[in-house]
T-cell receptor
Framework: AQTVTQSQPEMSVQEAETVTLSCTYDTSESDYYLFWYKQPPSRQMILVIRQEAYKQQNATENRFSVNFQKAAKSFSLKISDSQLGDAAMYFCAYRSSPNFGNEKLTFGTGTRLTIIP | ETGVTQTPRHLVMGMTNKKSLKCEQHLGHNAMYWYKQSAKKPLELMFVYNFKEQTENNSVPSRFSPECPNSSHLFLHLHTLQPEDSALYLC????????????FGPGTRLLVL
């Protein structure tokens, strides 16, 4: 079974600065997907970024980028130019490739990010 | 309305009550999911429906009963719950079982007294 570990329960960053959230996972599969979801205090879980394991290039979405290290099974999220609206719980998630027929998302326990004005 | 909506947003119920949670998605998706989010625990997948058929029941107690009358609507019927069932219940949808990106609703905060 796959597991996802987020070792930082809480993080804080000064507004406009850069912060990196850590995520590691354990799997024996070679093809899979990784996600970062954001859950603001309003509770709506929002997809931030996704990465296909077969792609070596790190995914980027505006101020959000990942550092995907497949061999190390590491998938960190970097937020540049942090804004007050970035304050939320961030969840890392793993999903097997459709070839394995398992649509289950496995989530980490989350990192609460606070933005300091 | 767009995206995935859930009602009610908050629910307080006694252990002998029967209530239902509703989820509706406006994305044209065919797969829908129920998750349970408890404090300091990872999200737990409860049920999966694909084209109205239940494809996964993740060892959920029978006091939780899902219903999917069509691809746009998903219900979670609750009866004789326990206090430990208090949690945030999230609904999600995806294009189908194969599509890897799931879109979430805002959740229903449930408190069982």
């Amino acid at each position: 079974a796959q597991t996802v570990t987020q070792s930082q329960p809480e993080m804080s960053v000064q507004e406009a600065e850069t912060v990196t959230l850590s995520c590691t996972y354990d799997t024996s599969e070679s093809d899979y997907y990784l996600f970062w979801y954001k859950q603001p205090p309003s509770r709506q879980m929002i997809l931030v970024i996704r990465q296909e394991a077969y792609k070596q290039q790190n995914a980027t979405e505006n101020r959000f980028s990942v550092n995907f290290q497949k061999a190390a099974k590491s998938f960190s999220l970097k937020i540049s130019d942090s804004q007050l609206g970035d304050a939320a719980m961030y969840f890392c998630a793993y999903r097997s490739s459709p070839n394995f027929g398992n649509e289950k998302l496995t989530f980490g326990t989350g990192t609460r990010l606070t933005i300091i004005p | 309305e767009t995206g995935v909506t859930q009602t009610p947003r908050h629910l307080v119920m006694g252990m002998t009550n029967k209530k239902s949670l509703k989820c509706e998605q406006h994305l044209g998706h065919n797969a829908m999911y129920w998750y349970k989010q408890s404090a300091k625990k990872p999200l737990e997948l409860m049920f999966v429906y694909n084209f109205k058929e239940q494809t996964e029941n993740n060892s959920v107690p029978s006091r939780f009963s899902p219903e999917c009358p069509n691809s746009s609507h998903l219900f979670l019927h609750l009866h004789t719950l326990q206090p430990e069932d208090s949690a945030l219940y999230l609904c999600a949808s995806s294009q189908d079982r194969i599509q890897e990106t799931q879109y979430f609703g805002p959740g229903t905060r449930l408190l069982v007294l």
